[in-house]
């Protein structure tokens, strides 16, 4: 399956820290940006379609709406960091149009000087603009340590989220380009153009793949049949049903439910 949209992250929306244990976490992707540090031990890092086992002292970089993922794979003590956009406009800015090439900061030196000042940021005792300098020079020190490219496309976090939002909220209804058009204030090759560029996949696909997500909670409820699972979850007619699943899962739904 496709990463999933962190709703309940996007609404918090806050600035976020915590400490882990043997941590795991399922592929998703946020507006925020996301730093998250392997502290001890060992975790398999997935962040877009890179992957890597960090070790103590490393740290991984997911920005607006990287997908990512954790697992730990004997064990591991980690933290995290999460930024929202509206905190750090001007770091948004300036990678505007770049692309992460490598999410990855494997340079200890350089982690454990990041983790001083996320030490600092734990500080209750800090007013908001000391606690955003301290975020401005991590950022600072992360965009010089994590590899880019240029790009033409442009990621806009509101539009982002307002879409996301939008799509996790109606997608039980008949939803089209044209719709969105209408909803939304910008021509139909744009909103097409822009959510692909942002995304890595098509707006009917991402449709798609939330209505399956929707379909096989309500299977494993086992109370329903498969056409009401399909009909409930947004899908118009059970041939477009059956070609997405088996599209997605390699097998037919009956032969999914006989395995769970």
Known sequence: MHADFGIARERHNKLYYKQYQNDKGAFHFHSQIEL???DEGEMEVVVGRQ?????????SVSLSYDSHAYKTPEASRSSVLIIPPYICEEFISAIRHKRVTNPFITDKDTVAKIKVYYNKILNEGLNEIEQLGYIY???GIVMDSIGFEETDSAVEPELSSQLLFYLNDNFKNDISLESLSHTFGYSQSHLSRYFKSCFGIGINQYLTVIRLKNVIQLMHEKKHSITYCALESGFNSMR??????????????KHYLEQI
Request: glycine residues 6%; hydrophobic residues 40%; charged residues 25%.
């Open 36 to 38: 998250y540090f392997i």
């Open 240 to 253: 477009t049903f059956y070609r997405a699943f088996e599209n997605e899962f390699n097998c037919s739904p």
């Open 51 to 59: 992957r890597r086992i960090l070790k103590g002292g490393e740290m």
């Open 137 to 139: 020079v991590i950022l």
